[in-house]
């Protein structure tokens, strides 16, 4: 099996055609499992595109779905809003929409998320609340923002579910629903036509059922070819950071993480406890708000204006941090940014990764944090809690990808790889033998 065709493989283990899988695809989106998972469909023109795919395309009509804030020709781009439901309809695809077109996917629709990007929970008063694929005893939240997007791939809806990654929106909700989002440094995917949270923070990345198809979908992305090698767990040096990224930590997760770092030892990776003392100066750095509070206001001033009593009051709330910062505050942290990206690529650069839990806590129940301002107070504790890990990587202008760990019958655990801007490829290698060791 060659690389070209092996992403396919892992979803159809059998060779069924194109029009069979993509209505098997579209009969999943259908049902109660993807209930709120799409803010709009395609699935008749998906059938027709299936039909006609090209068998030797790179994803050879294969579903993927595209987070609301992409631009789809001919349709609004309202990013899971109710004020930009009516906007002009897009002139053209999305960069990243019209790249996975063109490898020979199937785009059967736009998914839920939170509005405008601005919550790692996956929340949305306008839409409805997707449930996480995981759980069906209790509805529990997906992870945002990229909510609909991760359900659609865990559900079995999709092959490729296409985000964004701000503080961790690709990340939170695959560790969340059991499944591998990778999120790349950020200039290798191209933003273009898709809405943006942070200008300086936001990444164009997917989500996917494997490490090989979210290799896959980075190249398609990205318009590059991975070089992941296929050395032994034994070939890699790997870190730890022991501060902060256990800090209020549920046991099952730290049951999933010790398990894996086991198992990880046990096929011969060398692993190195570390302290990095330079996560303690974040809350400084970013005491005036942050990357996405200033340019989100900077973008959603005017609309405001005009529309603020149509947004969601959780999300006003964050993106209205934005606007008492000062000009200098704003190059300050640009400055302050960059000297303590210097230092953590210095501290780091012994390493070929770091592992971390993706995120400190499996997925509460949707009815905990709904809209609500009684539940307000446990809403943005959860959601500071599934930022605080991924985001470290944001700041850093990094990498990372999160598979799943947790063991069969437990709520899903991610495990996190990342490294510093342009470790791509040799966090994906990791990654390949990490996934390997882990589901033996």
Same mark, same amino acid.
């Given at each position: 099996?060659?690389?070209?065709?092996?992403?396919?493989?892992?979803?159809?283990?059998?060779?069924?055609?194109?029009?069979?899988?993509?209505?098997?695809?579209?009969?999943?989106?259908?049902?109660?499992?993807?209930?709120?998972?799409?803010? %709009?469909?395609?699935?008749?023109?998906?059938?027709?595109?299936?039909?006609?795919?090209?068998?030797?395309?790179?994803?050879?009509?294969?579903?993927?779905?595209?987070?609301?804030?992409?631009?789809?020709? &001919?349709?609004?781009?309202?990013?899971?809003?109710?004020?930009?439901?009516?906007?002009?309809?897009?002139?053209?695809?999305?960069?990243?929409?019209?790249?996975?077109?063109?490898?020979?996917?199937?785009?059967?629709?736009?998914?839920?998320?939170?509005?405008?990007?601005?919550?790692?929970?996956?929340?949305?008063?306008?839409?409805?609340?997707?449930?996480?694929?995981?759980?069906?005893?209790?509805?529990?939240?997906?992870?945002?923002?990229?909510?609909?997007?991760?359900?659609?791939?865990?559900?079995?809806?999709?092959?490729? &579910?296409?985000?964004?990654?701000?503080?961790?929106?690709?990340?939170?909700?695959?560790?969340?629903?059991?499944?591998?989002?990778?999120?790349?440094?950020? %200039?290798?995917?191209? /933003?273009?036509?898709?809405?943006?949270?942070?200008?300086?923070?936001?990444?164009?990345?997917?989500?996917?059922?494997?490490?090989?198809?979210?290799?896959?979908?980075?190249?398609? !992305?990205?318009?590059?070819?991975?070089?992941?090698?296929?050395?032994?767990?034994?070939?890699?040096?790997?870190?730890?950071?022991?501060?902060?990224?256990?800090?209020?930590?549920?046991?099952?997760?730290?049951?999933?993480?010790?398990?894996?770092?086991?198992?990880?030892?046990?096929?011969?990776?060398?692993?190195?406890?570390?302290?990095?003392?330079?996560?303690?100066?974040? $809350?400084?750095?970013?005491?005036?708000?942050?990357?996405?509070? /200033?340019?989100?206001?900077?973008?959603?001033?005017?609309?405001?204006?005009?529309?603020?009593?149509?947004?969601?009051?959780?999300?006003?709330?964050?993106?209205?941090?934005?606007?008492?910062?000062?000009?200098?505050?704003?190059?300050?942290?640009?400055?302050?940014?960059?000297?303590?990206?210097?230092?953590?690529?210095?501290?780091?650069?012994?390493?070929?990764?770091? !592992?971390?839990?993706?995120?400190?806590? $499996?997925?509460?129940?949707?009815?905990?944090?709904?809209?609500?301002?009684?539940?307000?107070?446990?809403?943005?504790?959860?959601?500071?809690? !599934?930022? %605080?890990?991924?985001?470290?990587?944001?700041?850093?202008?990094?990498?990372?990808?999160?598979?799943?760990?947790?063991?069969?019958?437990?709520?899903?655990?991610?495990?996190?790889?990342?490294? /510093?801007?342009?470790?791509?490829?040799?966090?994906?290698?990791?990654?390949?033998?990490?996934?390997?060791?882990?589901?033996?």
């Amino acid at each position: 099996m060659n690389d070209l065709h092996a992403t396919r493989f892992t979803l159809l283990a059998g060779g069924s055609d194109a029009r069979t899988e993509m209505e098997r695809a579209i009969g999943i989106a259908q049902s109660p499992a993807c209930a709120h998972v799409f803010t %709009r469909t395609m699935f008749d023109e998906a059938r027709q595109t299936a039909a006609a795919s090209a068998p030797d395309s790179r994803l050879s009509g294969l579903a993927f779905t595209a987070k609301d804030l992409f631009d789809v020709e &001919g349709q609004p781009t309202p990013a899971g809003s109710a004020v930009l439901a009516h906007a002009p309809a897009a002139e053209a695809d999305a960069l990243a929409v019209a790249r996975l077109r063109a490898a020979g996917g199937v785009l059967t629709g736009r998914t839920n998320m939170t509005e405008f990007a601005f919550s790692g929970v996956g929340v949305n008063p306008h839409h409805g609340t997707p449930a996480n694929a995981c759980d069906t005893a209790t509805p529990r939240i997906p992870g945002g923002s990229s909510s609909g997007a991760a359900v659609s791939v865990a559900s079995g809806a999709a092959f490729i &579910g296409l985000g964004s990654d701000t503080g961790g929106s690709i990340r939170i909700p695959a560790a969340l629903n059991g499944i591998v989002g990778f999120k790349n440094t950020a %200039r290798l995917t191209p /933003a273009e036509g898709a809405l943006p949270l942070s200008t300086t923070l936001d990444t164009v990345c997917a989500m996917t059922r494997s490490v090989r198809d979210a290799i896959t979908a980075h190249e398609i !992305l990205a318009a590059r070819r991975v070089t992941a090698g296929n050395a032994s767990p034994a070939a890699y040096r790997l870190a730890v950071v022991k501060n902060v990224f256990f800090d209020s930590i549920d046991p099952p997760v730290a049951a999933a993480f010790e398990r894996s770092l086991k198992a990880l030892r046990a096929a011969g990776a060398r692993i190195v406890e570390i302290e990095l003392p330079e996560l303690a100066e974040l $809350t400084t750095i970013n005491a005036t708000g942050g990357f996405s509070a /200033a340019e989100s206001y900077a973008w959603h001033r005017l609309l405001l204006e005009r529309s603020g009593a149509g947004y969601d009051p959780r999300v006003v709330q964050r993106i209205l941090r934005g606007a008492t910062m000062k000009a200098h505050e704003y190059i300050d942290l640009i400055h302050a940014r960059r000297d303590w990206i210097a230092r953590v690529e210095t501290a780091l650069a012994p390493f070929d990764a770091v !592992l971390s839990p993706t995120v400190p806590i $499996t997925a509460p129940s949707i009815a905990s944090v709904a809209p609500g301002t009684e539940r307000d107070d446990e809403f943005f504790r959860v959601n500071a809690l !599934l930022l %605080r890990n991924p985001s470290i990587v944001n700041m850093l202008d990094g990498c990372a990808i999160s598979l799943p760990c947790h063991a069969d019958g437990e709520l899903p655990v991610g495990l996190m790889l990342w490294h /510093a801007a342009l470790h791509d490829d040799a966090v994906l290698a990791v990654a390949l033998q990490a996934e390997r060791t882990l589901q033996k």
